[in-house]
């Protein structure tokens, strides 16, 4: 697993921490700094929703796709980052390269 640069957020330290993608049975695609993991239950810091909006890829080609290479196209969007969310529904969770980690960071947030 690839650690990213230190930060803070809300006065958290994401140093050390992992940036991960998170498939949740309810609650979708999440990206964010893995605080806490405990069964299916995960606390990320600096949140985003992710969402593919139309692909003919298959969606775990694209999933494991976002978590290696990260946004690579306009078929996905991002939601506005909160500094903190609880997720009891993740059953899928994989480590985010640097380089995907920095395209879901940096993406503009979806307006439609």
Not at 51 to 74: E, H, N, P, V, Y
Not at 84 to 112: H, S
Request: net charge neutral.
């Amino acid at each position: 697993m690839e650690k990213q640069d230190a930060m803070t957020i809300n006065g958290e330290k994401t140093d050390g921490l992992d940036y991960v993608i998170c498939r949740g049975i309810y609650s979708g695609i999440n990206a964010g700094y893995l605080k806490n993991h405990n069964g299916n239950h995960v606390t990320l810091l600096n949140h985003r929703k992710v969402w593919q909006q139309s692909s003919d890829k298959k969606f775990s080609s694209w999933f494991c796709a976002l978590a290696k290479r990260g946004i690579t196209d306009g078929n996905t969007a991002v939601s506005e980052e909160s500094p903190r969310i609880w997720l009891g529904d993740i059953y899928k969770m994989i480590p985010c390269t640097a380089e995907a980690a920095k395209t879901i960071i940096e993406a503009p947030v979806c307006e439609k």
